[in-house]
T-cell receptor
Framework: GAVVSQHPSWVICKSGTSVKIECRSL??????MFWYRQFPKQSLMLMAT?????????EQGVEKDKFLINHASLTLSTLTVTSAHPEDSSFYIC?????????FGPGTRLTVT | AQSVTQPDIHITVSEGASLELRCNYS??????LFWYVQSPGQGLQLLLK??????LVQGIKGFEAEFKRSQSSFNLRKPSVHWSDAAEYFC?????????FGAGTQVVVTP
């Protein structure tokens, strides 16, 4: 099946700094990519939907100025957590869709100290 | 509003025994229903999906699920579990991308 990769797989940063997470569709072109957040022992919550070349659509309650999403190409979307705080610590999962199915990346563990 | 409930947070099953994971949903229209499995270090993998048609759906890894509209349920089953089936399982409802996930069920397989 299609593969979605994320980089880095885990990152630790200091409070107040920004962190960028990359999501790539390795063997297909994804016109739409999605970013989810998963808290420990909880479900995935959709944060935003991004289409290549256009602005992301954020779900209600998600701060668009804190979570910057760029979908610059058909194989790459990035999520930047700006001015990170400990409450932003979480597991971030991206997903990419082709015409048949939706594929998920392995996730990025973010810890803000 | 759509929602998904997985009543069982944690299930322990013996290897070789049968497994059933429950999922109940609330959705305004005919739902698209999905079951995903999440293993540590790996992305969510689609086990099976239901869009329409036959209410008994066959998936990968020997899993199947049955859609019961009258009960608003989409339970996942496997006749005989293997140690490699130990993972977190998520039921989801919605359309591609705009998925509403349940809280997940952690499956532990004992020898």
């Amino acid at each position: 099946g299609a593969v979605v990769s994320q980089h880095p797989s885990w990152v630790i940063c200091k409070s107040g700094t920004s962190v960028k997470i990359e999501c790539r569709s390795l063997d297909f072109q994804a016109t739409t990519m999605f970013w989810y957040r998963q808290f420990p022992k909880q479900s995935l919550m959709l944060m935003a939907t991004s289409n290549e070349g256009s602005k992301a659509t954020y779900e209600q309650g998600v701060e668009k100025d804190k979570f910057l999403i760029n979908h610059a190409s058909l194989t790459l979307s990035t999520l930047t957590v700006t001015s990170a705080h400990p409450e932003d610590s979480s597991f971030y999962i991206c997903s990419a869709r082709d015409s048949r199915e939706q594929y998920f990346g392995p996730g990025t563990r973010l810890t803000v100290t | 509003a759509q929602s998904v409930t997985q009543p069982d947070i944690h299930i322990t099953v013996s290897e070789g025994a049968s497994l059933e994971l429950r999922c109940n949903y609330s959705y305004g229209a005919t739902p698209y229903l999905f079951w995903y499995v999440q293993s540590p270090g790996q992305g969510l993998q689609l086990l099976l999906k239901y869009f329409s048609g036959d209410t008994l759906v066959q998936g990968i890894k020997g899993f199947e699920a049955e859609f019961k509209r009258s009960q608003s349920s989409f339970n996942l089953r496997k006749p005989s579990v293997h140690w490699s089936d130990a993972a977190e399982y998520f039921c989801a409802v919605g359309s591609w991308g705009k998925l509403q996930f349940g809280a997940g069920t952690q499956v532990v397989v004992t020898p």
